[in-house]
């Protein structure tokens, strides 16, 4: 299958993602609870300005705004019927962006949880999630999307749904979990067990890592555990943008553009190929992040204590704490 990350990849050996997609609406307008994906129809032109904005910051990949995007998502706006049209023209405003830049920029289409838990945990069967996650991605192809890229997953079988479901529509594939949870995500997948989830679907990820989580400095030692356990495959690392915080009723982002800068690096250093922001990562701090990969000559591969001490403390309760071990408490107690 094709593989649209390869030849970029080979040009300039690590690539920017993109930042915050609800932050940044969220900053344009956007009301809680209303549906982002709802924008790609009433505020193409809010859309398309995120895009764009992200491309001028230096991003290679742009992730199309169809987060929520499956029918068990978009039911509770009652779009649950629209599934097809909204990915599709999320596809095409990201494709429009992409096609006027000045360079090459990579349109990926961003697949969320479902929301709904699978059996026997919860009433949502594998087939099911597989047929909905495939309705999301063949909509997304159509707009003009060349990867789809399953983010936040907390749940082995729902990656695997995910991956079965653009394979079958065609489209090469990339997965990112969320470890938030005492080292793990909330489902209890380790980072090193990440690489081996969908390995073996279709023609495998083009790509694997971690996204979102409780800040930069966990999402590195997550990173950390992927890169041990694969080290020859494409790891992609997605982090917050510092720790959230309320501020009242507003949640705001600890992180700075000198911290994502330097996030950057120490992802770059720790093996990351595509390395981005999730929540709370601005155009100015992304625009950091692209200046600090451009200049950077890549150094020794960090430990947890040179994240801890550049980047601030690990928020994640440890696995020990919790009954268990990770690899970063394996690293520790090595060292």
């Given at each position: ?47 398309d300005t995120l ?119 065609g489209l090469p ?163």
């Amino acid at each position: 299958m094709n593989n649209p990350l390869q030849d970029l990849l080979a040009k300039k050996g690590v690539l920017l993602a993109d930042g915050a997609t609800g932050t940044s609406l969220f900053a344009m307008g956007l009301e809680a609870g209303e549906a982002p994906e709802l924008w790609n129809e009433s505020h193409p032109e809010r859309i398309d300005t995120l895009h764009q904005d992200f491309v001028d910051a230096g991003a290679d990949i742009i992730l199309t705004n169809s987060f929520g995007g499956t029918r068990h998502r978009l039911k509770l706006h009652h779009a649950e019927d629209r599934v097809f049209a909204l990915n599709k023209r999320a596809a095409e405003i990201a494709r429009s962006v992409a096609d006027r830049a000045p360079r090459r920029v990579i349109v990926a289409g961003s697949v969320g949880p479902t929301g709904e838990l699978l059996i026997p945990l919860g009433a949502l069967s594998y087939e099911d999630a597989v047929a909905a996650f495939r309705e999301q991605i063949e909509g997304l192809k159509a707009g003009g999307a060349e990867i789809a890229w399953i983010e936040t997953m907390s749940a082995a079988d729902e990656i695997r749904a995910a991956a079965e479901a653009a394979v079958a529509v065609g489209l090469p594939f990339v997965y990112t979990a969320s470890f938030d949870t005492a080292g793990r995500t909330m489902m209890g997948l380790s980072p090193r067990d990440l690489p081996d989830v969908a390995g073996a679907m279709g023609d495998g990820p083009l790509a694997v890592g971690a996204n979102c989580g409780v800040g930069a400095s966990d999402i590195l030692a997550s990173l950390l555990d992927i890169t041990e356990a694969a080290p020859n495959a494409t790891i992609v690392v997605k982090g917050n943008c510092g720790i959230p915080e309320f501020r009242g009723a507003e949640i705001h982002y600890s992180g700075t553009p000198p911290l994502m800068a330097d996030y950057a690096r120490l992802a770059r250093d720790a093996g990351a190929k595509i390395i981005g922001g999730c929540c709370g990562t601005s155009c100015g701090h992304l625009a950091a992040m692209r200046a600090a990969l451009d200049e950077h000559t890549p150094g020794p591969r960090p430990t947890i204590e040179t994240i801890v001490e550049r980047i601030g403390p690990l928020r994640n309760k440890t696995a020990s704490e919790a009954g268990g071990e990770t690899g970063r408490e394996r690293r520790r107690r090595k060292t």
